[in-house]
């Protein structure tokens, strides 16, 4: 297969790792023949994988050192467990003495697993303070989303958290999956199985147009690649510093009028339409299309 | 869960692996196999975890054809299996024996 | 018992100016004589997009206050009670995680500039609305009675396809899946637990004293024997 085509959606954690830093550059921390697998899903009699489900490592991504964490989202939902998740925690504490250039997370992500849930809970809540002390540090760290689970519950968190956001239009971003709206409150309040409507509300144009992705790329790894490499040159120049309170008064009154404007919204074709004149052809526009929309280059 | 593991002769494989490799997802219908360096070079050794009971006899059959099929003495593999089908195994089986053999130092 | 008396009895009965506003709450409070700030929520709020704006803008209204007076940063004590994050396309839609993680940011913002941050559990802590703050806090503590959780075990059982009977067995020698203030701190996820006998007002003060910016709730769940991988795996994978 030509390495140009390779979907980012349909990849495992292990392929998108490897398209995406320098040839042979991986090293992987606590890698599966450490067998560092869950005692609780054992417990549970249910299957483990030797890296409970997350790939954590140093690579060089365009000759830049990046720390990284792929979470296989085709092993329980690449849910948060004790493990999985301390894995994601202890390669973000590696960053305060290593310094790379950024740690990328390649969240994909239902959130929180269930047969272990509050150690998954606690778990996201020390990856959410670890990554801000990460970025306080003055390194970035970015979320790529373009996996089948996207990035939900917890993990949805932590991506807005990151300092940048780079998704596809197949990635989604959420709090409650739409799986978890319906079954609460009905059909008739969220359908899951409208494929079309679950990407209008949690998509990646989307979660581009409100700003929350902050970089819109085609589901190819090569797209996800070349953006992470653009992003780490960017903040090469420009460490991150952690939000003063100004900025935060800043985004608190952004997305006071988000919620003011958009206070009946139920669809995402009502936000494209605010903005776009032919927001009703953005569900098909290519990315380069979409981007141009939006005014900035491919 | 089903553990068990068995010990297959086979020819050497000619040179040593250089390091563990994983290949394959646990995900339903799936498997992950990680292979790795055995002392024995004239046998492959196998561990299987499987949450499919009662189907231990087929999966002997598959890795013994696997066995003869391919020189795999001095190998050990562990497998997480979630209910994978005999053909899928073999699949990945052969997919492992390729990845180990393409990360040769 | 109703809030009221749940305030007076943690701060004394003339020593807060707490106001509950819808299903929020926020005020002032003297834990002896150290004046702190309240923010919180109450009746299991839902916390949804407008919550979770009020939770963020006091938080920032605190740290913000604090600078222009020259005042040493208030400790701020966050009341959690929640079963939740609101259920609904509309929040979704929005994008409640940002919500959330905006008052994450906050209260980051809180902790580098010197504010105590304390969590007291007053009822129910439940998943995302738990991670929105209480669970941001440096130092955790749950009322008797507190509720918390991911998940009821039923509801569990139904997407596990693991028998209920079987959870509930597995949940008496494993504090890791089932609800219960009491798992968490076994885990370490809860700094203390407070019993109805003990002089709530006292045991605030002293969980003040306490209070540590640092995170090492994965050592004290190892110590503590209810979350014996985390500490050990992070580590690993930081410094091998």
Known sequence: MNGLQISYFEASARKRLSELVDAGSLVEFCPPEMRQTSPHLAMLDAPLAFDDGVVTGRASLSGHKVLIAAQEGRFNGGAVGEVHGAKIRGLLDRALSERPAAVLLLIDSGGVRLHEANAGLIAISEIMRAVLRVQAAGIPVFALVGGSCGAFGGMGIVTRLCTEVVMSEQGRLGLSGPEVIETVKGVEEFDSRDRALVWRITGGKLRRALGEATLLVDDLIPAFRTAAAKLIERYRAHPPVPADLDELLGAQAELTERSVRFAAARDGREIWQADFAEASRVPEMTVAEFNALLGEAA | ?105 | MNGQTMYDRLFGADAHTLVADGLFLHGTARIGTQEVAVIGTLDHAAIDVSIALRIAEAVLHVVRDDAADGKPPRPIVFMADTQGQALSRHEELLGLNGYFAHIVRCVDLARRQGHRLLTVISGEAVSGGFLAYGLMADRICALPKSQVRVMDLRAMSRVTKISLERLEELAKQSPVFAPGAENYWRMGGIHELWSEDDDWSACLAAALGKVASSDDRAAIGLERGGRLLAAPTAQLVANP
């Open chain 2, 1 to 105: 869960m089903e553990q068990f593991s068995l010990t297959l002769p086979s020819d050497a494989l000619p040179q040593n692996i250089a390091s563990a490799t994983l290949c394959g997802v646990v995900s339903s219908g799936n498997l992950e196999i990680l292979v790795e360096p055995a002392a024995a070079s004239d046998a492959c050794r196998i561990v299987v975890n499987t949450s499919a009971h009662g189907f231990r006899d087929i999966w002997e059959a598959v890795l013994k054809d696997f066995a003869r099929r391919h020189s795999v003495g001095g190998l050990s593999l562990s497998i997480n299996d979630a209910g994978a089908t005999p053909a899928v195994v073999s699949l990945r089986l052969d997919q492992a024996f390729e990845t180990c053999r393409g990360e040769l130092a």
